[in-house]
């Protein structure tokens, strides 16, 4: 089959008179859709260089970055502004809320039953919910506890274990039990009035 075969007469195309291997170069005109899109586009890169490289009204990609990092700071400032907040009022104010003290509950079922007891009476560990503390029965007193444990008395450190969230939790859930006086260890270090 000679390339001239292929050749269509009743289409009137433009032909370059280019032919390889039977591909023939035509020159059609373009569709108009398509002209225009390739003309905004030019029209649009103006535009776009004015904004981020004349005029420099856009921020370039070191700005961004240094946007994002600065971003990040204060987020990161603000986290461990909240930490350093926690105080009693805090950690009450999580023992009213129900969802905390479910996930505090949660990993006190897991992690502090054998010792504590299921409701808190005690047994190996002091009962949680007489009104008799070892070691002080305000949020931060316990929160201290739960966090660093009692090495001598046989009380784990939990902070390492848990993370700061998970010791919140379940010091707020350790501050519902507090008052219920379950039936159970006898009662260890001082009476404390509240
Ligand atoms: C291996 C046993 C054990 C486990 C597990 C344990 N405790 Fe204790 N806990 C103790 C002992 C023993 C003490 C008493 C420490 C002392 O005499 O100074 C104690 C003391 C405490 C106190 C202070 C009580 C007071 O009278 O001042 C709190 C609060 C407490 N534990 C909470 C927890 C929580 C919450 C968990 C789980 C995350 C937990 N414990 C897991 C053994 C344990």
């Known amino acids: 089959m000679t390339p001239e075969a292929k050749i269509d ?5 433009p032909d370059m008179g280019h ?11 373009l569709p108009f859709w398509w002209q225009a899109i390739f003309y ?4 649009f890169s103006f535009g776009y260089w004015a904004y981020y490289h004349v005029l420099d009204i856009g921020p370039d990609q070191w700005q961004r970055y240094e946007a994002e990092l600065a971003r ?10 909240g930490k350093a907040e926690l105080s009693d009022e805090l950690l009450l104010a999580y023992s009213q809320d129900s969802a905390k003290v479910a ?13 504590h007891g299921a409701n808190g009476e005690g047994g190996i560990g002091p009962n949680l919910t007489d009104p ?15 966090s660093e444990g009692v090495a001598t008395a046989g009380m784990p450190a939990w902070k390492s274990v848990l993370g700061d969230t998970r010791v919140e ?13 379950v ?9 404390v009035e509240e």
């Not at 007469?9 to 195309?13: C, G, I, R, S």
């Not at 905004?40 to 029209?43: D, G, H, Y």
């Not at 039936?183 to 009476?191: H, T």
């Open 40 to 43: 905004l586009t030019i029209i």
């Open 19 to 29: 032919d390889y291997d039977g591909i023939r170069e035509l020159d059609n005109k």
């Open 103 to 115: 996930a505090g509950q949660a990993d006190y079922t897991t992690f502090c039953v054998p010792c």
């Open 72 to 81: 990040a700071e204060a987020d990161a400032a603000s986290r461990s502004a």
């Open 169 to 181: 939790q379940v010091v707020a859930y350790v501050l519902t039990l507090k008052g219920k006086n």
């Open 9 to 13: 007469p009743t289409l009137n195309e």
């Open 132 to 146: 008799y503390w070892i070691h002080g029965a305000k949020p931060m007193e316990i929160h201290k506890i739960v």
């Open 183 to 191: 039936p159970g260890k006898e009662p260890q270090g001082e009476k």
